[in-house]
């Protein structure tokens, strides 16, 4: 049986009330709950202890289990896991015993109401005006873009403000895991992967997703992020003729993001050699963007590199058309 939508709002505004003031503006961008008493956010790249806790792990508890039934997934011990969405679109990830035997964890990442800008990343100093002016080039030609960087470095921030330069009179299809990109466009298609029920139906991978959007007309293709087999999908569609493609990846360094992409590629059920992947690779994806956070908390571009191709005996060959200097502290 669903739970309305108002009677759910209410409910989560009292059973989460420990966390509520954290889910207001934009100061924080992670909530951290590390079991009922005791709770981390982020604020600005920093942690924080926060005096607040709940009353009980049955009151932490509760409060998941009415997520988990809106959600229409199963939370207990045969399935800790959940992942979820709050009204507000905040994302929640949590697990519970026996995975987390200490207690309930859960992580809310938070989104902010008013999506970042390149004006507003020149502003905090992640960009300078130049690498902005690039960057704007790179969307206008409809490079191939990958944005790679660590966990919390900022790449959905920055996919979110380029994919919102695209122009007014282009089909934007955005396919993500759990929808976060708020892009400011007039023709804007989201997409959302589903997970497969307790018996195994009803799941809709990425993969599906992106299978489904090629004919689906877009002009643009944004995927949240690449994680398996959707790489060979996407590097082939790139490869295609489909340009201006954005996404983002796990990866330190430009050339880390490639060996990246040809790993998840042969995870997916394709046979493909590995200097004709390799090959597609090089053809497919024109710009990448790396980003990192500094031990200060301050996230930044450090790279925005070329891909020139592929030779079977140098590897790939990535040239930098901009590379920011090391400052002292800044995590490599």
């Known amino acids: 049986m669903s739970v309305p939508r108002h009677v759910f709002d209410q409910t989560v505004a009292s059973l989460f009330a420990p966390v509520a003031s954290f889910l207001e503006g934009d100061e924080v961008s992670e909530i ?7 709770i981390y956010v982020e604020k600005h790249g920093r942690l924080h202890l926060t005096g607040s806790e709940f009353a009980s792990e049955h009151a932490l508890m509760s409060a998941l289990r009415n997520l988990s039934q809106f959600v229409g997934r199963e939370l207990n011990p045969r399935n800790p896991i959940l992942e979820a969405r709050l009204p ?4 929640v990830e949590a697990i519970i015993p026996p995975a987390a035997p200490s207690g309930p964890v859960v992580c809310i990442r938070r989104f902010r109401r008013k999506p970042l800008t390149l004006a507003r990343l020149f502003e905090l100093g992640a960009i300078s005006r130049d690498t902005a002016d690039l960057l704007r080039a790179i969307v206008e030609r409809k490079d191939n873009v990958v944005i790679a960087g660590g966990s919390g470095s900022g790449k959905t921030s920055l996919l979110n403000a380029l994919a919102s330069l695209a122009p007014d009179d282009q089909r934007v299809v955005v396919i993500e895991d759990s929808q976060e990109l708020q892009i400011g466009r007039p023709h804007v298609v989201h997409l959302e992967a589903q997970p497969a029920d307790a018996r195994g139906r009803g799941g809709v991978s990425i993969r599906e997703l992106l299978k489904a959007t090629l004919r689906m007309r877009p002009d643009r293709i944004v995927i949240g992020e690449i994680r398996g087999g959707e790489a060979l999908d996407l590097i082939q569609a790139m490869t295609s003729g489909h340009r201006g493609c954005l ?35 090089a053809s497919a994806i024109d710009t990448i963007v790396q980003v990192s956070r500094s031990s200060d908390g301050s996230r930044c571009v450090t ?3 070329e891909v020139n191709g592929y030779d079977r005996e140098s590897g790939y060959r990535v040239s930098h058309l901009f590379e920011r200097a090391a400052v002292s502290g800044e995590r490599e």
């Open 32 to 38: 951290m709950i590390n079991g009922y008493d005791e």
């Open 247 to 281: 996404s983002t990846v796990h990866a330190t360094l430009p050339i880390d993001t490639l060996s990246r992409l040809e790993t998840m590629a042969l995870m997916s059920d394709v046979d493909v050699p590995l200097n004709l992947l390799r090959a597609q690779i």
């Open 303 to 305: 790279h925005i590199s």
């Open 88 to 91: 507000d679109g905040s994302r």
